[in-house]
């Protein structure tokens, strides 16, 4: 990552430009200077997560998405509350478009998420408390079957599960866990497997950056469920930081999750600070964007980095947290800001870093 790759940047471009123009991604012109294009010679998927309103009614919008990443994430058109609103009745189109635009684009996708304490339909919210075990394990079988099973063969990465752990590290209590107790877990991951057997199935969750009670946790966690023979892939980090917190020792992390014989991705970058910004916490994001893209780059079964959105117009940071936001790698105006610059110059360098043996360096799925 440093001497040795520093001249490898003339390589790099060259590299860069004839993956731009292969066949095998068939959507718009890829820059060779676009990050997407800059990672495909150390195997990376630069990824983001994607507003599916904006893919039709904003064209700017779209062809910096198309352009700049190589894998997509949705922000919510996947997650219970929007494919099952009534019991019994599925409303996949929109998923199906944003599986069929990163078709379309030479893009991979990852699934998120099927097993989560939020965003539940209401359906299920209001009848878990009259629920027998028995009757919400059907429930949750059935939804990880269908889901996995609609979307089969078009998934590269599922997040099978869903933050899981509180900070302390102790199971969240959900109404997963008050009504199935922790083996849901491993079900969740059996279920998804057995529907579709060829995607990769990641555990998800934020502040596991950081070694401490919460990532300890989930280390314990995916090494039991490894021991188990339960089909799990991968762990993915969040990796939702802020400038006030300094930055996690996450490069330590993902590696200490890959010696387990794991996939590991970064999965919801983003970077907040507090509004106005000023030049300090601007450096402080760009550090924290160039880090986060090290850490990966240093861990060879890092596999994918994906950013939660990357216009600040379209951020979920403000409505979170008050007086915070820019956080992501675009303006506004979806001009791109020096976090995006700092993401070119950081895979500029990667030249020589370890080539990824997912098994979808060049091409994808579909």
Not at 189 to 211: G, M, Q, S, V
Request: with cysteine.
């Amino acid at each position: 990552m440093t001497t040795a790759v520093l001249g490898a940047s003339v390589v790099l471009f060259s590299q860069a430009a004839a993956f731009a123009s292969q066949p095998a991604h068939p959507g718009p012109v890829v820059p060779p200077d676009s990050l997407r294009a800059l990672a495909a010679p150390v195997g990376l998927r630069i990824g983001t997560a994607v507003n599916t309103d904006l893919l039709a009614s904003n064209p700017a919008y779209t062809k910096i998405l198309n352009s700049q990443f190589s894998s997509v994430t949705p922000e919510n058109v996947m997650k219970w509350e929007s494919v099952e609103p009534t019991q019994g009745t599925y409303n996949w189109a929109p998923a199906d478009a944003l599986v069929a635009s990163a078709k379309a684009n030479g893009q991979l996708v990852r699934g998120h998420t099927l097993v989560w304490h939020n965003q539940l339909p209401q359906w299920l919210t209001q009848e878990a408390s009259s629920l027998s075990a028995d009757q919400l394990r059907a429930i949750l079988k059935k939804h990880i079957t269908d889901e996995v099973t609609h979307f089969k063969g078009k998934i590269w990465q599922w997040d099978v599960v869903n933050e899981a752990f509180n900070d302390d590290g102790t199971l969240r209590n959900s109404i997963w866990l008050q009504k199935l107790g922790s083996g849901y877990i491993a079900d969740a991951f059996r279920w998804a497997h057995a529907a579709d057997p060829k995607a990769k199935l990641f555990y998800n969750d934020y502040n596991i950056e950081f070694t401490g009670p919460k990532s300890n946790a989930v280390y314990a966690l995916v090494s039991q469920l490894k021991a188990q023979g339960v089909p799990i892939d991968g762990v993915g980090f969040q990796t939702h930081l802020d400038t006030q917190y300094g930055l996690p020792d996450l490069e330590n992390n993902l590696q200490r999750f890959a010696k387990l014989g794991l996939n590991v991705a970064e999965t919801e970058v983003d970077m907040r600070t507090t509004l106005p910004v000023t030049s300090l916490e601007q450096n402080a994001q760009v550090a924290g964007y160039t880090t986060t893209l090290q850490a990966c780059l240093a861990v060879k079964q890092c596999i994918s980095y994906t950013v939660w959105g990357f216009g600040d117009a379209y951020s979920w940071v403000p409505g979170v947290f008050a007086g915070e936001g820019a956080a992501d790698i675009y303006d506004e105006n979806l001009q791109p800001k020096p976090e995006y610059t700092t993401l070119q110059q950081t895979l500029a360098l990667a030249t020589g870093a370890p080539h990824r043996t997912d098994g979808h360096d060049s091409g994808d799925r579909h």
